[in-house]
T-cell receptor, first 115, second 114 residues
Framework: GAVVSQHPSWVICKSGTSVKIECRSL??????MFWYRQFPKQSLMLMAT?????????EQGVEKDKFLINHASLTLSTLTVTSAHPEDSSFYIC???????????FGPGTRLLVL | QQQVKQSPQSLIVQKGGISIINCAYE??????FPWYQQFPGKGPALLIA?????SEKKEGRFTISFNKSAKQFSLHIMDSQPGDSATYFC?????????????FGSGTRLQVQP
């Protein structure tokens, strides 16, 4: 089956610093990658969609300058949380799909804690 | 228009019983309906998915029933096991948007008691 990895699995940082999260598709080419945010006991909230080589499409209410997304290759997308604050603490999950597939495969998630 | 409504919020089932989770949607452009299983601290894993041209799909103990006219679909877990205890999300996507973003339901926390 399709495998998506994320790194790191958890990160603790000080307020004001930037944190980069990587999402990789290990055994397929991900033409589209998605970034989600999930608060405890809540559903997944789509933050943005990225296509390889083009700018990300952000959902309404998501700050583009705060959550920088780069989809530089068909197997790698990165999410950088800039100038992180405690309210950015959350579980960030990426997913990927390839070509005309409908199926999205999810990564294991990254737990971010901003102190 | 993009919302997917999921119920119940939580469900307790005895081992060996049937777990049933329901979802309803409004957007008739949705054409792909997956169910995901999520364990605490993990990413969602695809369980089973259906397209609107079929009314039922079964994979092992998991069955999706789909009612296009009612705009409803449900997940049935037969012979529920304690290992099935997790949060289940229904979702839907629309080919017309191109990017195939998923709209998720609110989730159902299933607890299967031994």
């Amino acid at each position: 089956g399709a495998v998506v990895s994320q790194h790191p699995s958890w990160v603790i940082c000080k307020s004001g610093t930037s944190v980069k999260i990587e999402c990789r598709s290990l055994d397929f080419q991900a033409t589209t990658m998605f970034w989600y945010r999930q608060f405890p006991k809540q559903s997944l909230m789509l933050m943005a969609t990225s296509n390889e080589g083009s700018k990300a499409t952000y959902e309404q209410g998501v700050e583009k300058d705060k959550f920088l997304i780069n989809h530089a290759s068909l197997t790698l997308s990165t999410l950088t949380v800039t100038s992180a604050h405690p309210e950015d603490s959350s579980f960030y999950i990426c997913s990927a799909r390839g070509g005309i597939q409908e199926t999205q495969y999810f990564g294991p998630g990254t737990r971010l804690l901003v102190l | 228009q993009q919302q997917v409504k999921q119920s119940p919020q939580s469900l307790i089932v005895q081992k060996g019983g049937i777990s049933i989770i329901n979802c309803a949607y409004e957007n008739t452009a949705f054409d792909y309906f997956p169910w995901y299983q999520q364990f605490p601290g993990k990413g969602p894993a695809l369980l089973i998915a259906i397209r609107p041209d079929v009314s039922e799909k079964k994979e092992g103990r998991f069955t999706i029933s789909f009612n296009k006219s009612a705009k409803q679909f449900s997940l049935h877990i037969m012979d529920s096991q304690p290992g099935d205890s997790a949060t289940y999300f229904c979702a839907a996507s629309n080919r017309g948007t191109g990017r195939r973003a998923l709209t998720f339901g609110s989730g159902t926390r299933l607890q299967v008691q031994p």
